[in-house]
């Protein structure tokens, strides 16, 4: 069966310090990948998809990068963190001929 | 761009009657995909129940049902036998299909009365 990791669970970062948040999947080949961001009392937004390693579609022009080295490896980064990045992440897949889509547990991230 | 709206932020039901969640869309799409999401607390996104849009027939998925009104973009979510682990935030989301990401409404709060 598939299972799609997500780490860390929750992050406290300083303004202007930079982001790693990692995404994997086991258990099915290249699928799709989505990063979204729940800001709190909110539903999620989409922030970046991806199709396949190096291919990277963004849907929201923002501090956020998002990168994709390995078929099974979706990761989110930012080189300056704002205050208003913080929120809760969720990664999600599907399979490469589309829906639905599953979630990771999600990161809680907070920025002082 | 596809909008998903959820009118009722808060929802509260006795445990054990039924309850329904509304949703509308809008989109120039013929083909697409509906979902309805849960949250709890733990702020994990189930996926609940899934529609096609070719589909003329609702699903069902055990005491979880939708009304699908193609016509009129409308697919609310009916839970029969309401049970204290339903209480959650539900989301309706709707996808283009292929690698099309969700676009989400704002999400409905569900309270179970024991």
């Known amino acids: 069966s598939q299972t799609i990791h997500q780490w860390p669970a929750t992050l406290v970062q300083p303004v202007g310090s930079p982001l790693s948040l990692e995404c994997t999947v086991e258990?099915?080949?290249?699928?799709?990948l989505y990063w979204y961001r729940q800001a709190a009392g909110r539903g999620l937004q989409l922030l970046f998809y991806?199709?396949?390693?190096?291919?990277i579609s963004s849907e929201v022009p923002q501090n956020l990068s998002a990168s994709r080295p390995q078929d099974r490896q979706f990761i989110l980064s930012s080189k300056k963190l704002l205050l208003s990045d913080s929120g809760f992440y969720l990664c999600?897949?599907?399979?490469?001929?589309?829906?639905?889509?599953?979630f990771g547990d999600g990161t809680r991230l907070s920025i002082l | 761009a596809q909008t998903v709206t959820q009118s009722q932020p808060e929802m509260s039901v006795q445990e054990a009657e039924t309850v329904t969640l509304s949703c509308t869309y809008d989109?120039?799409?013929?083909?697409?995909?509906l979902f309805w999401y849960k949250q709890p607390p733990s702020r994990q996104m189930i996926l609940v129940i899934r529609?096609?849009?070719?589909?003329?027939q609702n699903a069902t998925e055990n005491r979880f049902s939708v009304n699908f009104q193609k016509a009129a973009k409308s697919f609310s979510l009916k839970i029969s036998d309401s049970q204290l682990g339903d209480a959650a935030m539900y989301f309706c989301?709707?996808?283009?299909?292929?690698?099309?990401?969700?676009?989400f409404g704002k999400g409905t709060h569900l309270i179970i009365q024991p």
């Open positions: 999600a897949w599907s399979r490469s001929g589309g829906q639905p889509q599953h």
């Open positions: 258990g099915t080949s290249n699928p799709n």
């Open positions: 991806s199709v396949g390693i190096g291919q």
């Open positions: 989109t120039s799409e013929s083909d697409y995909y």
């Open positions: 529609q096609e849009a070719y589909k003329q």
């Open positions: 989301a709707y996808s283009g299909g292929g690698a099309d990401g969700l676009t």
